[in-house]
């Protein structure tokens, strides 16, 4: 057999999950749970950002570097690392919007100049993921880079969400549940716009991601900040709680989702660009039938 044909005969196990409406709520979920527990971590606490960014980042590395290396999909293990993203990216944005130590007062550049220097870096990793030649859309990412590509985009979009949330929420004057609202209604809007219209949905897509993370960010707030300040006044540590608690059980789910109907495997990735082959990103096999 040619080895173009061996090829055309092999598959490789999807690492990333499929777009539904449960993988929107986790996402939601994961990202709240990342600003509650940066929050309880940074401020209630007082470990301070950086110490508490480190952390976050040992973590964040721990479970990268195990979703990487594993041959098909786990959802515990894939929804640790958008909660390690999250995390990180709270860090990161109060860094460099409030400075060192653990004040929640805008010590360092502001929220505003927080998000539009983390615009400018989101929009330089999506030119050079496009450069690269893989592809953007996430069902289909069966290369190990456009794994990676993955991984450093949601890591940008939550720190992005962290700084455009506390901006929308403080200096704009709509506090923490109108910036709920808003960013709600945003969301609405690109719902409609994927059923009603035939705008991309990979550009859709991506649109809706970066949101839920400004989303999340002022859920987050909405649920832990005293109600004097707009909150609901559960705490960083019973709003992490409970929300820990719910991204557990979501998960454990997905997982049964998974088990009833296993994931298609994906065609061997070529680069889109060259035409060549690229290094797969899961376990490879031979059939394109279901898998357990």
Do not use: C
């Not at 506390?166 to 690109?190: N, Q, R």
């Not at 820990?244 to 065609?267: C, D, K, N």
Request: a neutral charge.
């Amino acid at each position: 057999m040619s080895s173009h044909a061996q090829q055309s005969t092999r598959y490789v196990m999807r690492k990333l999950p499929q777009v539904t409406l449960l993988f929107w709520v986790l996402k939601i979920v994961a990202v709240t749970l990342g600003e509650t527990a940066g929050d309880l971590l940074g401020i209630t606490l007082q470990v301070g950002y950086v110490a508490t960014a480190i952390i976050f980042l040992v973590f964040f590395g721990a479970v990268l570097t195990l979703q990487l290396r594993a041959g098909r999909l786990h959802p515990a293990l894939f929804w640790a690392v958008v909660l390690g993203t999250s995390m990180v990216g709270t860090e990161v944005s109060d860094f460099l919007n409030r400075g060192f130590g653990h004040s929640s007062e805008p010590n360092g550049i502001g929220y505003a100049w927080g998000a539009v220097l983390l615009s400018g870096l989101l929009a330089l990793v999506f030119l050079a993921w496009w450069r690269t030649g893989q592809t953007y859309d996430v069902e289909n990412i069966a290369s190990r880079k456009g794994e990676f590509l993955y991984w450093i985009a949601i890591l940008v979009s939550n720190t992005l969400g962290t700084s455009s949330g506390d901006w929308l929420s403080d200096d704009t004057g709509l506090g923490f549940t109108g910036a709920f609202l808003v960013i709600s209604a945003i969301m609405l809007v690109i719902v409609a716009a994927h059923y009603l219209t035939s705008v991309n949905g990979t550009l859709l897509f991506w649109l809706a991601f970066i949101l839920t993370r400004p989303l999340g960010a002022a859920g987050g707030d909405a649920l832990t900040k005293p109600t004097d300040e707009g909150g609901l006044g559960w705490g960083t540590l019973w709003g992490s709680v409970a929300l820990l608690t719910l991204l557990i059980g979501l998960t454990i789910l997905q997982i049964v989702q998974l088990r009833r109907r296993p994931l298609e495997p994906l065609p061997l990735p070529i680069n889109r660009l060259t035409g060549e082959p690229q290094h797969p990103n899961g376990a490879l096999t031979g059939s394109a039938g279901p898998h357990p």
